[in-house]
T-cell receptor, first 117, second 113 residues
Framework: GAVVSQHPSRVICKSGTSVKIECRSL??????MFWYRQFPKQSLMLMAT?????????EQGVEKDKFLINHASLTLSTLTVTSAHPEDSSFYIC?????????????FGPGTRLTVL | GNSVTQMEGPVTLSEEAFLTINCTYT??????LFWYVQYPGEGLQLLLK?????DKGSNKGFEATYRKETTSFHLEKGSVQVSDSAVYFC????????????FGRGTQLTVWP
C-alpha cells in the first residue's frame, strides 16, 4: 500500500513549451502533496505545498506563474512548467501525505526527469 | 529555524565494512527524524525513522538512534553490501509544519566488492 506514481517518468521538450507532470496517490487519499526539485548530486528543494481544493503554497524564490500547481482531487496533483527553458531541466519529485494522519505518513513518487532543449 | 546537517560525501567502502553517516539537526520543539535512500534514477524511499528521543529506527541492517542531547541521528550499518550503494538523506519533520520535510544535502555511498 501507500504507492505514489508520477507521470511521465522522463520528458524531453523544446524551449518555450509547457510540460505537465502528474502525481497520483494510488491507494490512499492525500490532502497534502509536496513538490520538490533536485539538481544533480544535490538535495531536494521544496518548491511548493499543494493542498486539495485550495491554492498551493510556494516557497520563497519559486515563481508561482512559472510552476503551476493544481490539486483538484484527493489523489491527483499536477505541476505544469510553463514556457520551459534549459535551466528548468531537473528531477522533479512529489510526495503525498495520507489524509487524517500525522506528518510522518508521507510517501514519495519515483520522480520525473525533465530535459529542456 | 529547522535544518539538517549531514556529513559530506562521497563515502567509499569495501563490502562488509562498517558504515557511519553523521547527521545533526536544529529544530524547535520535538521533531521526528528520518533516513531516506535514493537509488540511481529513482525517487526516495523511507529507510527508517524515529519519532521521539532515544528511539532507535532500524531496517535492512541499518540503524539510527534519536539523540536529543546531541541533536543527532547518525546512520550505521555493521556490514555494507554493494547493493547499499545509493544516496542517503537525513531529514526531519515537525508536527506543526503538516508534513514538510527538511532534508540534509545527501551523502553518496559507494560500496566496492
Amino acid at each position: 500500500g501507500a504507492v505514489v506514481s508520477q507521470h511521465p517518468s522522463r520528458v524531453i521538450c523544446k524551449s518555450g513549451t509547457s510540460v505537465k507532470i502528474e502525481c497520483r496517490s494510488l491507494d490512499f487519499q492525500a490532502t497534502t502533496m509536496f513538490w520538490y526539485r533536485q539538481f544533480p548530486k544535490q538535495s531536494l528543494m521544496l518548491m511548493a505545498t499543494s493542498n486539495e481544493g485550495s491554492k498551493a503554497t510556494y516557497e520563497q524564490g519559486v515563481e508561482k506563474d512559472k510552476f503551476l500547481i493544481n490539486h483538484a482531487s484527493l489523489t491527483l496533483s499536477t505541476l505544469t512548467v510553463t514556457s520551459a527553458h534549459p535551466e528548468d531541466s531537473s528531477f522533479y519529485i512529489c510526495s503525498a501525505r495520507i489524509s487524517g494522519t500525522g506528518p510522518n505518513e508521507q510517501f514519495f513518487g519515483p520522480g520525473t526527469r525533465l530535459t529542456v532543449l | 529555524g529547522n535544518s539538517v546537517t549531514q556529513m559530506e560525501g562521497p563515502v567509499t567502502l569495501s563490502e562488509e565494512a562498517f558504515l557511519t553517516i553523521n547527521c545533526t539537526y536544529t529544530a524547535t520543539g520535538y521533531p521526528s527524524l528520518f533516513w531516506y535512500v535514493q537509488y540511481p534514477g529513482e525517487g526516495l524511499q523511507l529507510l527508517l525513522k524515529a519519532t521521539k528521543a532515544d528511539d532507535k529506527g532500524s531496517n535492512k541492517g541499518f540503524e539510527a538512534t534519536y539523540r536529543k542531547e546531541t541533536t543527532s541521528f547518525h546512520l550505521e550499518k555493521g556490514s555494507v553490501q554493494v547493493s547499499d550503494s545509493a544516496v542517503y538523506f537525513c531529514a526531519l519533520v515537525r508536527g506543526s509544519t503538516l508534513g514538510r520535510l527538511y532534508f540534509g544535502r545527501g551523502t553518496q555511498l559507494t560500496v566496492w566488492p
